[in-house]
């Protein structure tokens, strides 16, 4: 069964933080995916990581930043919190193809007060 | 205008309706792809699909390449049916594209 991990459900932390969300799969797959999932705006692409120390700026990188050193694990930065930044997370991994599926993890809700 | 387009946002039927979720996208796909989200946020792959139509028990998706549309049939709905259908489309560059999902609550 395949699965993707996240290392909080929630989260809470202060204006200014700097923030560690962590990711893991256990599927051998090389490409890896961060979102944020607002109401109203779906799912956004932060960054995404074809393999492993590689990494490319989605559509909304700013104010966060990546770290691929394992296959497996893909790390989400939030340098200086911002209650801006409140919001859902969701990581995902795939197989490279076009057709493979997305898996995603079940997502981290981070509170920034 | 979005690359995906959901209809409807939202939805509520009563238990055992057909229940159709609409998707129409306007870039080039190499796939779409269609995910449930319940309450809580985790998300599931239901189909992937380039062409022509797949079934998973009460579920079916169908695709009209040409048309550029998808449909995400339920047959029979069940309360436990309720949650944020999202269609997703691949486009040629290998970059993924969310429509903004569809809310279905079913009553019992």
């Known amino acids: 069964d395949v699965k993707v991990t996240q290392s909080s459900r929630y989260l809470v932390k202060r204006t200014g933080e700097k923030v560690f969300l962590e990711c893991v799969q256990d599927?051998?797959?090389?490409?890896m995916f961060w979102y944020r999932q607002d109401p109203g705006l779906g799912l956004r692409l932060i960054y995404f990581?074809?393999?492993?120390?590689?990494?490319e700026k989605g559509d909304i990188p700013e104010g966060y930043s990546v770290s691929r050193e394992k296959k497996e694990r893909f790390s989400l930065i939030l340098e200086s919190a911002s209650t801006n930044q409140t919001s859902m997370y969701l990581c995902?991994?795939?197989?490279?193809?076009?057709?493979?599926?997305?898996?995603f993890g079940p997502g981290t809700r981070l509170t920034v007060t | 205008k979005n690359e995906v387009e959901q209809s409807p946002q939202n939805l509520t039927a009563q238990e055992g309706e057909f229940i159709t979720i609409n998707c129409s996208y306007s870039?080039?796909?190499?796939?779409l792809h269609w995910l449930q989200q319940h309450p809580g946020g985790g998300i599931v792959s239901l189909f992937m699909?380039?062409?022509g139509k797949k079934k998973h028990g009460r579920l079916i998706a169908t695709i009209n390449i040409q048309e550029k549309h998808s449909s995400l049939h339920i047959t029979a709905s069940h309360p436990r049916d309720s949650a944020v259908y999202i269609c997703?489309?691949?486009?040629?560059?290998?970059?993924?594209?969310f429509g903004k999902g569809t809310r279905l609550h079913i009553l019992p």
């Open positions: 599927m051998d797959h090389e490409n």
């Open positions: 997703a489309v691949w486009n040629r560059d290998d970059k993924i594209i």
């Open positions: 870039v080039g796909i190499s796939a």
């Open positions: 995902a991994s795939r197989r490279p193809g076009t057709v493979y599926e997305q898996y």
């Open positions: 990581s074809y393999d492993v120390k590689m990494k």
């Open positions: 699909l380039s062409s």
